[in-house]
């Protein structure tokens, strides 16, 4: 029997670090439970709201499912991962992580089960605790900077404000796609993912429907 869905969106904690690339993660976490708070038919409930790790329960696509934010920052994200698997008997099937990845551009993403974390803590955090790859990642493209001695400081920056417009339509997209899986499966999210692009308005600027897309 499949248990109840969580989705971890990966971040560091405190105000520092709220607007950096390598919070992007808890972009799409923050979008979903802003959704839910606004959406009773999403049932939000606060299960821990302090420690190791946030916690709430909610309905996204039709199914229960559980959503996490990590507060042990990055590069410990596994010891609460692996908390939150335990204590609420979560499959390595039905975890997906949330993540920035460096490997592809602002307005791209990919979902993709198992594979290596490319240097990223976070990820790398979680494979060490829960002893496998085999879980699902969302990976959000925050680009590379042009020197690779740059990584480190370039992920705990904030975002180029010409790129803000592109990151809440990813992250809108995010949601959708999200939704999407748990409503009809990996295989149609995984396609709708992949593929995205960032629709361009008639000025130029990144637009995207989220209508409809959550609850």
Not at 50 to 69: F, H, R
Not at 87 to 95: G, I, W
Not at 128 to 146: A, D, V
Request: hydrophobic content about 40%; glycine content about 10%.
């Amino acid at each position: 029997m499949r248990t109840v869905p969580l989705i971890v969106g990966l971040g560091n904690p405190g105000p520092e670090y709220a607007a950096t690339r390598h919070n992007i993660g808890f972009f799409v976490v923050d979008e979903i439970l802003a959704a839910a708070r606004e959406r009773k038919s999403m049932r939000l409930t606060t299960i821990q709201a302090e420690g190791d790790y946030q916690l709430y329960s909610l309905t996204l696509g039709g199914v229960s499912c559980l959503v996490a934010k990590p507060m042990t920052f990055m590069n410990l994200s596994g010891r609460a991962v692996a908390r939150i698997c335990g204590r609420h008997d979560v499959d390595l099937a039905d975890l997906v992580v949330v993540h920035d990845e460096l490997d592809l551009p602002v307005g791209r993403m990919k979902l993709k089960k198992g594979g290596g974390s490319n240097g990223h803590r976070g990820v790398d955090s979680i494979v060490e605790h829960l002893r496998s790859e085999e879980f699902l990642r969302l990976r959000l493209g925050i680009g590379r900077p042009e020197y690779s001695s740059d990584v480190a400081r370039y992920v705990l920056e904030n975002f180029a404000p010409q790129d803000l417009d592109a990151i809440r339509a990813v992250c809108a997209a995010a949601c959708k796609g999200l939704t999407l899986m748990l409503r009809r499966g990996q295989g149609e999210a995984t396609q709708a993912i992949n593929s995205f692009r960032l629709p361009a308005s008639p000025a130029g600027e990144a637009t995207v429907d989220t209508s409809g897309t959550m609850g």
